[in-house]
């Protein structure tokens, strides 16, 4: 038998990009699986190919290639990234901050570096300007609940890029003087040509950009011209006796201004970054790092918790002090620790530089220890950053009491999408929209039909056709208007959102999974992408009998539902849909719930009928189960993960559907979400999340078994 050992490493090119193409590939799916960040996910996979793993591709050119490319890709989308002008409208504060998140962690990180880690002053120095910057990972948390423009996440953001610009340069300066006379003489050199620099690239890059924009908007000739324009200003950084990295840094300010953020050149530049050269640099890091170091005593550990708990006490002293200077409540303090406590890519471009510094020959500035605790160091405070970030986010939002307003529902222009595939079902959704819509505006329905691109498509087109030109047919007769569109897509999911956003619809009604050859999932194929993929709200319905035969409705409503800022908009349609079918309607929540429905109901629908049941806890379904008869429809208001009023019960919700719910008529209610989809790809954030761990999946197989 072949010795399969003597073909590893790979040392064929081809086959180190194809093995790499799919590291890129798989290890944010696996890594959403366990909850880890993706990006420590790239650095593991790059651990276990490397020849201090499984040794199973060789570390050649292409890696110093696109791990370099990638190092100056990481800054540079972090500056182009910054809000320029809410750091200019808030310049005091966001230098106050920045200074206190800058400071404080380099100089508890170094005093505990030297003191308890007995590491030199450059590698001291080295980490404390390391645990002084930080990455905003748990920013998308922030986008889910809405709350981009509060205070406490405005000045975060500001500091952050006050935080890595001073780490930055203070790297710099350590590097540039490690080996030689650190005199006045030499600072005053290094403030000249660093001054110097930043003059000459803020003179002559908007000058290039401004004239080479107006001539040419050719999307290709764009994007190699920012490019060029990152490479020239990291290699004459270099030229200056200054790090690439800060040339890179200095390009993405300069250009902040000249690429905007929704812009498709802003999407190119992020999207070649994402796909390849940040993925290849991070797995080229991990192949550096020797795992079996880990098992050879407790010294990584201890310097890992030494890093990573001076740094982060550091952040989060300044997070608090700052909170009580510009006079913000605690929870304020809490969203400002989440949000500057997390250390990611731009730490680890910062120890690569000083991979290349040695203090003598043979004595390198960073060690294998140094290294492997810097990467666990990355693993806990991402950890950190997150659960401070959620629970923080949930706390505004509670402490605010930002209930949305309820003159909104009256009045607002609606168009509602029916996603439509099943011809004996299609009628019945398109009802129900019907029955939810609002008489007194131009309420519009838009009829989809979404078919996969595949060999079936040409006949599955004839019948989508066929099916919305019955269905609008059936709007007419009611004297409503239904836009068609039948699209092919190669995500059914991806279909539907991308026709929600070009129809400018704002509800979408589509019916719930129930046909097992396709998928044995509750869900379904595509359902939990769609509600997870989309703030907007979604209704998904399983009506086993015609709307006009059903005579009472029950409503299951979360804890905290009145502070998601779709409550009143689900309130609205549910209560158009009992007063049109005239019948009585019971809501089980909690007492601080019910009373806002019941005013809701009594100032907008008086001639409704309902009856409100408190209801304490989410485990008491079972018993609203025992009430439902057949002709109920039982209406579910749910939510998504990470919103305010989300609880651990709720993921458990499918087995209780199919356990008591079986037979009966059933809806959910995904409510409407006025926070950031979080559409746009950044290096801390991919767009992929997985929607259930490895760890529930485990959970529920022990529960299943055992």
Excluded at 80 to 88: C, F, N, S, T, Y
Excluded at 228 to 233: A, E, G, P, T, Y
Excluded at 278 to 285: D, K, R, S
Excluded at 451 to 469: I, P
Aim: charged share 15%; glycine share 6%; proline share 4%.
């Amino acid at each position: 038998m072949t010795n399969l050992a003597s073909y590893f490493p790979i040392t064929d090119p081809t086959l180190i990009f194809f093995v790499v193409m799919l590291i890129i590939l798989f290890a944010p799916i696996i890594m959403g699986k366990l909850r880890i960040p993706h990006i420590i996910g790239m650095v593991l996979a790059g651990v276990a190919v490397g020849k201090y793993g499984f040794n199973i591709l060789a570390r050649d050119d292409s890696f110093e290639l696109f791990g370099k490319v990638g190092l100056y890709y990481i800054m540079f989308l972090a500056s182009l990234e910054m809000d320029m002008e809410g750091v200019k409208r808030n310049k005091g504060r966001f230098l106050g901050f920045g200074l206190l998140t800058f400071a404080l962690p380099l100089v508890l990180t170094y005093f505990a570096s030297i003191s308890l880690l007995h590491y030199s002053v450059f590698a001291s120095l080295l980490l404390g300007c390391l645990m002084a910057s930080n990455t905003l990972i748990a920013y998308p948390i922030v986008g889910r609940y809405g709350l981009q423009r509060k205070p406490s996440v405005t000045l975060s953001v500001g500091s952050s890029m006050i935080s890595l610009l001073m780490a930055l340069v203070a790297l710099t300066a350590i590097v540039a003087s490690y080996g030689g006379e650190t005199s006045v003489w030499f600072w005053l050199l290094f403030v000249g040509k660093f001054v110097g620099y930043c003059v000459a690239m803020f003179l002559l890059i908007p000058r290039f950009t401004r004239w080479f924009l107006r001539r040419y908007s050719d999307a290709v000739m764009q994007f190699i011209f920012v490019m060029s324009m990152l490479f020239m200003s990291a290699a004459a950084s270099e030229v200056a006796g200054l790090e690439g990295i800060i040339g890179a840094f200095v390009a993405g300010i300069i250009l902040n201004r000249y690429i905007p953020h929704v812009s498709p050149l802003m999407n190119r530049i992020e999207f070649i970054g994402n796909a390849l050269f940040i993925p290849y640099f991070l797995i080229g890091v991990g192949m550096l790092i020797n795992v079996r170091l880990l098992f050879e005593g407790s010294t990584i550990i201890i310097a890992m918790l030494v890093i990573a708990g001076f740094g982060t006490l550091g952040k989060a002293i300044a997070a608090y002090t700052a909170a009580s200077m510009f006079r913000l409540p605690k929870s304020s303090g809490n969203m400002m620790f989440g949000l500057t406590s997390a250390h990611a890519a731009g730490a680890i471009a910062m120890l690569m530089i000083g991979m290349r510094v040695e203090l003598e020959p043979g004595k390198p500035l960073v060690t294998d220890d140094m290294l492997n605790s810097v990467v666990l160091m990355i693993l806990v405070t991402c950890i950190i950053s997150t659960m401070m970030t959620e629970r923080a986010a949930q706390q505004i939002t509670l402490r605010d009491r930002e209930m949305p307003s309820d003159d909104k529902p009256a009045t607002a222009e609606e168009k509602i999408l029916i996603p439509l595939k099943y011809p004996e079902y299609a009628q019945r959704l398109v009802n129900l929209a019907m029955l939810m819509r609002n008489p007194k505006n131009t309420t519009q329905l838009v009829g989809l039909n979404v078919v996969y691109d595949d060999d079936d498509m040409q006949r599955n087109l004839e019948k989508g056709s066929q099916l919305l030109e019955r269905m609008a047919q059936y709007s007419a007769s009611a004297d409503m208007t239904m836009q068609t569109q039948v699209r092919v897509a190669a995500n059914i999911a991806n279909g539907i959102r991308h026709a929600f956003k070009e129809f400018r619809a704002t509800d979408i009604i589509i019916g719930m999974h129930m046909h097992p050859e396709v998928s044995q999932k509750f869900w379904g194929a595509f359902h939990q992408s769609l509600f997870n993929g989309l703030n907007s709200q979604i209704i998904m319905a399983r009506l086993n009998q015609p709307l006009a035969t059903i005579r009472r409705i029950k409503v299951a409503v979360p804890s905290r539902a009145q502070f998601e800022p779709g409550f009143y908009r689900w309130l609205e349609r549910l209560s158009r849909l009992a007063c049109n079918m005239e019948c009585h309607t019971e809501f089980h929540g909690r007492g601080d719930t019910l009373p806002l429905i019941a005013d809701y109901i009594r100032h907008y629908h008086p001639t409704m009928r309902c009856s409100f049941t408190e209801m304490t806890h989410w485990n008491e379904m079972p018993h609203i189960a025992e009430s439902i008869q057949k002709d109920h429809l039982f209406v579910v208001v749910t939510a998504r993960k990470g919103t305010v009023s989300f609880k651990n019960a709720l993921e458990h919700l499918p087995e209780e559907i199919k356990h008591h719910f079986s037979g009966s008529n059933i809806m959910i209610i995904f409510p409407d979400q006025h926070g950031d989809a979080m559409d746009e790809m950044t290096f801390a954030q991919p767009q992929h999340t997985e929607d259930q761990s490895a760890y529930e999946a485990i959970g529920k197989w022990i529960k299943k078994k055992f």
